[in-house]
């Protein structure tokens, strides 16, 4: 399989993953993946006939359930390569994405699960999103937006959804990590 088809693979799921929806427009995919519409809907059509998704014209695009497996074993990689950039080579969190982007379509299977081994299997990668397991299984993760809790509540920092070098560059300079535990109205050591 092409690194192209995973990397649109891999979209799709995460564009559904964050919205909660199982359909991706493709206006989103092709913002996403910084190409045409153009380019999107030849994709999808292309995977669409290799059976990976199911293409609505005009409307959007989602995983069969093979290209769902597909794109975890993707979510897997990247996620895996990101804690390990991270935890074993000290690389700053708002680093890795681009790094991980790179690696994902380079390691093998065998170097995947035993970065997944070194890091005791892990649940989840540097930024608080699930790593599924090697079964595909994904643990659940409840919580809710920051901006649906009071201002004197304590909260839990489970997962930050924002994927800019520099907003988390900005939070990790407040020591505002997934797993630290944050009262709001206090400043943060």
């Known amino acids: 399989m ?3 088809t995973e990397d649109y693979l891999k979209n799709i ?3 559904s993953e964050k919205s909660g929806v199982s359909l991706v427009k493709p206006g989103e995919l092709a913002s996403l993946m910084q190409v045409t519409p153009g380019t999107v809907t ?3 059509k292309s995977l669409s006939e290799e059976k990976l998704v199911e293409y609505l014209p ?3 695009v989602k995983l069969t359930p093979r290209g769902r497996e597909l794109a975890l074993k993707m979510v897997r990689r990247h ?3 990101e804690l390990f950039l991270v935890e074993v080579l000290g690389l700053e969190w708002q680093l890795v994405h681009d790094e991980a982007e790179i690696l994902e379509h380079a390691f093998s299977d065998r170097l995947i699960e035993r970065i997944d081994e070194i890091l005791g299997h892990p649940s989840t990668d540097p930024h608080g999103d699930p ?3 090697a079964d595909g299984n994904i643990s659940s993760q409840d919580g809710m937006p920051l901006s649906a809790l009071n201002t004197q509540e304590r909260a839990r920092i489970m997962r930050v959804n ?3 070098r520099e907003f988390l560059e900005f939070l990790g300079e407040r020591g505002c990590f997934p797993a630290r535990k944050l ?3 206090k400043k943060t050591p």
């Open 183 to 185: 009262p709001f109205g």
């Open 2 to 4: 092409s690194s192209t």
């Open 131 to 133: 790593i599924p397991a």
């Open 58 to 60: 005009r409307s959007g």
């Open 13 to 15: 799921y995460s564009a």
């Open 42 to 44: 030849s994709m999808m």
């Open 162 to 164: 924002h994927d800019s």
């Open 79 to 81: 996620r895996l390569i």
